[in-house]
């Protein structure tokens, strides 16, 4: 390097810059040319890197000389600053899981009932090997791919545009006359085997640690922010699925995808269709036996209804479809030592065992804790003297087997009592939070007469334990999903005073502008993150309000829960009047609540008892004063039952009672599980008893299952 390049760039003079600009986009060029067209690279990542660094840094110091033959400036190569977000026209769902051929035959049952289909009647599926990558969508207008997109949470993604069109599976424009105006083609990155050890091994050579496996390494390379690095990882893409469309082509999953391959993408060769599931599950055996020799990762089988109008009908639940289902290949296992147990203790106080293993290697990733799940799991005899059923009889030092459950959590599954030490220890369960030391006990169902298999902390908000994890809940993806606040950040925020609750979160700018210490002259921060993260939290003050109540923590309360109370709901303040008078004890609230479709005692009882402590009370209204959650997103608002609470009672006949829930929530309605005052339609078939009669004394309009399908124009 001569002595100018050591230069720092506003030292530079204009000449002296102009110079180096011209000389750094011919050898990058140089470069490019070797690594893409002819793969025999001069020098290493970091090198290249380097150089790109400088170009970079000049342009930045002397805009106006920035060159048309720029590196920076080529389609596919430029530097991000940062990845912008995306929000999917439709949504990029996740798939339910099954893990035995039963499962699979139980979905296919699932499906049939749902759509009143007979065990004659004609229900193709597809069946398709699940790549192990990263998921992206890609949307095209007018033939021409506008923008590339990251799964994210599901709703936001990252733009990641410009890596994208570095792969040579993604074509720029789509081929073929018949194109519809909108495109989104969804399938996943991944990268081969032969690939990832060709990068391994000049990781190696350049004395660098190698990359864990492709599933990673694809996903990594894909969010560079630098799209040149992203170029100069091999990365691969099968298309599978589709988002919007302005037009849909053809009638089936499987003519669908025949028409991806026509518009110029890869998709799999192993994707077949089957008439019977035994046909499709044994389409899963073989895919099984040959996965040892295809050239890149696969973690199970994706079936899928056929019939688009099929799909349609079925639609989704949470954020997975009904007719699609992944059956996931067996979890490998490994033998290692426990080499100790550690308590951790959760947002609702939990006390969940951790083993410390001794690290060992399943499926590619590198395992060192395992769960255990409860106190039950690690003994063999319990408090009572009796034998436990599903107990291990765990020890210290005992070798034992693990496997990733699902292919993600690692667990353990059995012992090997003939190599237990001499020194094996027995673990004793605290009785005692480690957090804080509030008394941990485990609590007897009121139905069952039953001690509950996990042990609690009744510290509540005292516990840091648990303030940390109902913060780190809360920032999670569910939830608030608030970007550059993870959990190193949440603990250390904690500890340190900075937070103490979630709506602490929303106060840090105003307080850091007071503060003697600033956040970014904190180790770890600068300027930039911390401005970064300041953003980050103010892009959350307006949030769905099925999410924020998600991510309020409430045990029982899942995502599900939280959609189902904000649609019946629709806005904060209603929600926040009816769960104060919930904390009161007030009947007709809590029979208003159980009237929800879905919501039973065990939830109310959960929410009752989180309003009525007068600290969860004053962080909610503190929340409320921060944020504004905006009501739950309609499927439809013009439709003559938008707004509208609606019954199902009695014997339906030409729709299941699942598929005439979803159908009155596409169009906008609500749908509860019981007649009152604010119901405003009963929809009964033959059979209807008490609904039917309480609707009548209220004089709520009724209609049978053809005046609902002619009311809704169907």
């Known amino acids: 390097m001569s002595e100018r390049e050591h230069t720092p760039a506003a030292e530079l003079t204009a000449k002296q810059a102009a110079g180096e600009l011209e000389r750094l986009a011919g050898e990058i060029a140089h470069h490019d040319a070797l690594y893409h067209g002819e793969d025999r690279p001069e020098i290493s990542d970091a090198e290249y890197d380097a150089l790109r660094r400088r170009n970079l840094e000049i342009e930045q110091a002397f805009p106006e000389l920035v060159r048309d033959d720029s590196p920076s400036r080529r389609v596919g190569f430029a530097a991000l600053d940062k990845f912008e977000k995306v929000t999917h026209s439709l949504p990029m769902l996740s798939l339910d899981n099954a893990f035995e051929d039963d499962d699979v035959r139980e979905f296919v049952a699932r499906v049939r009932r749902f759509l009143k289909l007979g065990e004659d009647a004609p229900l193709r599926l597809t069946a398709e090997p699940k790549i192990d990558g990263l998921s992206l969508s890609l949307r095209y207008e007018a033939g021409r791919l506008v923008t590339a997109a990251t799964r994210g949470d599901g709703s936001v993604g990252e733009n990641v545009t410009a890596n994208a069109l570095t792969i040579t599976d993604i074509p720029a424009v789509l081929a073929g006359n018949e194109v519809p105006d909108v495109v989104e ?8 085997h032969a690939a990832f050890a060709k990068l391994n091994e000049r990781m190696t050579q350049e004395g660098r640690e190698p990359y864990v496996n492709p599933r990673n390494t694809a996903a990594g390379s894909l969010r560079q922010l630098d799209s040149a690095i992203t170029a100069r990882r091999p990365l691969k893409f099968f298309a599978y699925a589709w988002g919007q469309m302005s037009a849909l082509p053809r009638e089936t999953q499987s003519g669908m995808v025949e028409q991806l391959a026509v518009w110029g993408f890869v998709t799999n060769p192993q994707m077949a269709t089957f008439d019977d599931v035994e046909a499709a599950i044994a389409h899963y055996h073989s895919i099984e036996e ?9 973690d199970g089988v994706v079936y899928k209804v056929d019939d688009l109008a099929l799909q349609e009908r ?20 490994a033998w290692t030592v426990l080499k100790d147990i550690e308590i951790q203790v959760g947002r609702t106080g939990a006390l969940t065992p951790v083993a410390r293993l001794q690290p060992v290697t399943v499926g590619g990733v590198v395992v060192t804790n395992a769960t255990l799940h409860n106190e039950d799991y690690i003994a063999a005899i319990g408090n009572d003297g009796e034998p436990i059923r599903d107990g291990k009889d765990l020890r210290i030092g005992d070798t034992v087997q693990i496997q990733r459950a699902g292919d993600v959590i690692p667990q353990i599954l059995d012992v090997d009592l003939s190599k237990r030490p001499a020194d094996a220890r027995v673990f004793e369960f605290p009785t005692r939070c480690p957090a804080c030391g509030s008394e941990a006990v485990r609590e007897v169902n009121d139905k069952t007469g039953r001690e509950d298999s996990v042990r609690r902390c009744t510290g509540g908000l005292i516990c840091p334990a648990q303030a940390v994890e109902s913060i780190r809940h809360f920032v999670s993806r569910g939830a608030f999903d608030i970007d550059g606040l993870g959990d190193k950040q949440v603990e250390a925020f904690y500890h340190d005073g900075l937070i103490a609750n979630a709506a602490d979160i929303f106060t840090l700018r105003d307080r850091d502008e007071k503060a003697s210490q600033k956040l970014h002259e904190r180790e770890g921060w600068g300027e930039v ?18 999410r924020f109540i998600y991510g309020l923590g409430i045990r029982h309360v899942g995502e599900r829960t939280g959609l189902d109370l904000a649609r019946h ?9 009816a769960m104060g008078r919930l904390a009161q004890s ?3 609230a809590r029979e208003d609540l159980l009237a929800v479709d879905g919501i039973g005692e065990t939830v109310a009882d959960a929410l009752a008892r989180f309003f009525a402590q007068p600290r969860n009370a004053q962080v909610f209204e503190a929340l409320l004063a921060q944020v504004k959650p905006t009501p739950p997103q309609q499927a439809a608002t013009d439709s003559p039952v938008a707004g509208k609470t609606v019954v199902f009672t009695g014997s339906l006949e030409k729709m299941t ?3 005439a829930k979803a159908m009155a929530e596409r169009l906008g309605a609500k749908v509860s599980g019981s007649v009152s005052a604010k119901t405003d339609l009963v929809v009964a078939g033959p059979g209807a008893g008490s609904k039917l009669k309480k609707a009548a004394e209220l004089g709520v309009e009724t209609l049978d299952e053809d005046g609902w399908f002619e009311l809704i124009g169907r």
């Open 290 to 298: 040959g996965r040892a020799d295809l050239d890149h990762d696969i």
């Open 314 to 333: 079925l639609g989704f639940v949470s954020r997975s479809p009904r007719w699609a289902v992944a059956h996931k290949f067996a979890a490998e296992k």
């Open 529 to 546: 993150s911390a401005a970064k993260l300041f953003d980050a939290i103010d892009a959350r003050r307006d949030i769905e309000l099925g």
């Open 185 to 192: 083609v969804r399938g996943e990155v991944y990268m081969t």
């Open 586 to 588: 007030d009947e007709e």
């Open 569 to 577: 709901f629709g806005a904060a303040e209603a929600f926040a009047e």
């Open 657 to 659: 009672r699942d598929e």
